[in-house]
């Protein structure tokens, strides 16, 4: 384990409400629960956009959940399939689609398809016909020996992986939910790094959060980290009572008081 961090979750400080303008969080088991959106968690997310709070997700999830998210969902950009896209409000209101510049989509596609071959037969997400870039396996339903095995594939194939809650997410392209942020954040988002950083506060669940656990000094971890603690090389700030959802919905609270 590296860097300090994991104390529990109390509440923010004065100065902290003042100074945190931008929520920038993962999806999957931090927002939601069980693949349920719960009613006291998109309460909470519109009262902080109420608040003047910009809202930013960040998810190894599909393009296609992110356009919804975007659509119906109280927030501002949407970086989704671990850093490959964003998709946000245009000047007219339209929604736009922005590709990370580290993709070559046509290199990519074809390492996609032989990957997606040589690991024909292992479960793949229910929503990976959404996906673009990314390919999700279900890790619930691999046991131990074929995860290892699909990691192992991974390498020999140069695929950047990630593990989630409930996936392994493999892509192709030299990016992460870090490299991510760090783009889309200073670029179309039009933030400078020294100011997003100061102002932001990072909420995620799982291993795949890590990258931004290190990026984001304020950062909070739902319940889930902790029962899983000496897994992580880097932990959260902080870590919440609650599990997913419900921890969500602790922060945000506290936000508002």
Not at 73 to 102: F, K, R, T, Y
Not at 218 to 244: A, D, N, Q
Request: aromatic share 10%.
């Amino acid at each position: 384990m590296k860097g300090n961090g994991g104390f529990p979750f109390v509440g923010f400080t004065e100065e902290d409400r003042e100074r945190i303008e931008i929520v920038v969080s993962d999806v999957d088991d931090t927002i939601t629960r069980n693949g349920k959106l719960y009613p006291e968690v998109l309460e909470a997310m519109w009262r902080l956009k109420a608040s003047g709070r910009t809202i930013v997700l960040v998810t190894g999830g599909s393009m296609g959940w992110a356009d919804a998210y975007l659509r119906q969902w109280p927030v501002d950009a949407v970086i989704a399939e671990s850093g490959a896209v964003m998709i946000c409000h245009g000047q007219d209101g339209d929604v736009v689609h922005l590709l990370n510049p580290a993709i070559n989509e046509e290199a990519v596609f074809q390492k996609r398809r032989a990957l997606l071959e040589k690991t024909e037969g292992l479960p793949l997400s229910s929503d990976q016909r959404a996906r673009v870039f990314d390919i999700a396996y279900e890790k619930g339903k691999m046991n131990d020996l074929e995860i290892k095995a699909l990691k192992s594939t991974l390498a020999l194939y140069g695929a950047t992986w990630a593990e989630s809650s409930i996936h392994i997410n493999a892509w192709f392209g030299s990016y992460d939910k870090e490299k991510a942020v760090e783009y889309f954040f200073q670029g179309p988002l039009g933030y400078k790094s020294s100011y997003y950083l100061e102002h932001s506060l990072y909420l995620g669940d799982s291993f795949n959060d890590q990258p931004l656990f290190r990026h984001i000094p304020t950062s909070v971890g739902m319940h889930t980290v902790e029962e899983r603690r000496e897994e992580f090389e880097t932990l959260p700030t902080y870590i919440t009572k609650g599990g997913p959802g419900e921890g969500w919905c602790e922060v945000a609270k506290a936000l508002l008081e």
